[in-house]
């Protein structure tokens, strides 16, 4: 299945998600021989797209030693071109790193969450696989993340990344902003990358980054074209609107449906402007149409925490009338401004990159959600579209599920997949780099 060649690129996906960021990798250039995945419905999309890797579907914890058993035994005495991690990062710290050191010095613990030693399983795989290169994505706060050793001891991630991978290892880690490499989303991302090959060290060592250069500015600056923008990348689209269900679903393009707005929330939306939020909304009373209604704000409380404005007003202080703007109703009847940030119901803008897509791109409510000009949230068939999945040979279907074949995943599994994964472009551009230091071809 594997053949032991030359030129065939081995890889084993740690965390691997619904494999998508692996998808782009193998498109570069490299073959996956196994998957770990703690969520089954994501194990199953691997399954789909990766019908030749041993796919593992537990927790890390439980199966270390048969990861490193099942590679050895498939791969012989090959050696491994690549091991790629991308852990959790949902318990990864928000505080500065050295405000967290000079408690810890002070004798003050900070509170660990467990999931941040999810690294040291996969520390361990890397350790005993020896792979020729090893890639670790995850947010860009990882940078401050302290975690307890083997011996109780608190240290910081990275620096723990280097001292098990030891001497025979070099690497650098950077966060990037994918924009800056032609995709149309502006998402940031902790890239840490090792190797073992003299190829690399001399590479590095020669002022060249394992990290591959950025090919956009936000600018166009440095001989580079400029961010790729929404406008750009979905401005084509058929138009869709949330009225209702004939207007929301495209008869026959794949995945270009949104859901049906409430209509309250279709007023808020239909009146909110490119680029603004729904909290800024003005009259709409024809005899009034006053424009200066104060904006919706947040700021900082007492204790430092960003709250929302909830004096923001929902009624026109000049004629009265009700403002197209986010309420809820209290228990008497009234109604008072919905709590939330400026970003809730806010509309994207045409001529910039779409913002980070995460697993609530669906609900108006949540960050910066909506279409430019239409009056809906985006489709998953767009959400594909600014996360380069398109760009791919991904499938969602068909999949293995509870011993039924499904066409194709649920739209919330697709949504937390997008959510999760490292958008396909970077991990295509990463493969290439990597293979041409490799081969030095640079
Ligand atoms: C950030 S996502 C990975 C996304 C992936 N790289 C992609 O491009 O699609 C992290 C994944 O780790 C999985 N995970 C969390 N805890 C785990 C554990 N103990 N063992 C195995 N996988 C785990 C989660 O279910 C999640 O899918």
Redesign the pocket.
């Known amino acids: 299945m594997f053949p032991s060649s030359f030129e065939t690129k081995l890889a084993v996906?740690?965390?691997?998600?619904?494999?998508?960021?692996?998808k782009a990798f193998e498109t570069a250039g490299v073959q996956f021989l196994l998957h770990?995945?703690?969520?089954t419905e994501?194990a199953n999309l691997i399954k789909t797209n990766f019908p030749n890797s041993t796919v593992i579907n537990?927790?890390?914890?439980n199966?270390e030693e048969e990861i490193m058993n099942t590679v050895h035994k498939i791969i012989g005495n090959q050696e491994l071109f690549a091991i790629?991690a991308?852990?959790?990062?949902q318990g990864m710290s928000q505080n500065g790193l050295g405000t967290l050191l000079l408690n810890v010095r002070k004798g003050l613990r900070p509170k660990l969450d467990p999931?941040n030693r999810?690294i040291l399983?996969a520390l361990r795989i890397a350790v005993a696989l020896k792979p020729k290169w090893i890639i670790f994505?995850?947010v860009s706060r990882m940078s401050n993340t302290v975690i307890e050793d083997e011996n109780g001891k608190l240290r910081p991630i990275l620096d723990l990344i280097s001292e098990y991978l030891g001497s025979e290892y070099i690497g650098e880690s950077k966060v990037v902003e994918f924009a800056d490499y032609g995709i149309p989303q502006c998402r940031k991302r902790l890239i840490t990358v090792y190797s073992k090959l003299p190829i690399a060290k001399k590479y590095l060592q020669s002022g060249g980054s394992l990290i591959p250069p950025e090919t956009h500015h936000q600018l166009g600056k440095n001989s580079l074209p400029k961010w790729i923008t929404v406008k750009d990348t979905i401005g084509d689209f058929p138009i869709l609107d949330g009225k209702n269900s004939e207007t929301a679903k495209h008869p026959n393009l794949p995945l270009h449906y949104v859901p049906i707005l409430t209509p309250e929330k279709y007023q808020w939306i239909s009146h909110t402007p490119e680029g603004n939020s729904a909290f800024n909304n003005q009259c709409i009373n024809p005899k009034c149409g006053f424009k200066n209604n104060p904006t919706h704000k947040a700021s900082r409380d007492s204790s430092g925490i960003n709250r929302a404005n909830n004096n923001t007003p929902l009624y026109c202080i000049k004629c009265g009338d009700l403002l197209p703007r986010p309420f809820t109703k209290t228990k008497d009847g009234k109604l008072r401004i919905m709590r939330g940030f400026t970003s809730a119901y806010k509309r994207m803008s045409w001529d910039i990159p779409a913002p980070t897509l995460t697993k609530n791109l669906s609900f108006p409510c949540s960050d910066r959600n909506i279409h430019p000009t239409q009056n809906r949230v985006l489709s998953l068939a767009e959400a594909c579209k600014l996360h380069t999945i398109s760009d791919f040979n991904y499938k969602w279907g068909p999949l293995i599920w509870k011993n039924k074949k499904i066409k194709q995943a649920s739209d919330s599994l697709i949504r937390?997949?997008i959510g999760?994964?490292?958008p396909?472009k970077f991990?295509y551009l990463l493969g290439q780099h990597l293979i041409n230091i490799t081969e030095k071809k640079y």
């Open positions: 996906s740690l965390f691997a998600g619904s494999g998508i960021g692996d770990n995945e703690l969520i994501r537990e927790d890390i914890l199966k790629i991308t852990p959790p990062c999931r999810l399983p994505e995850n937390e997949s999760e994964s490292i396909p991990m």
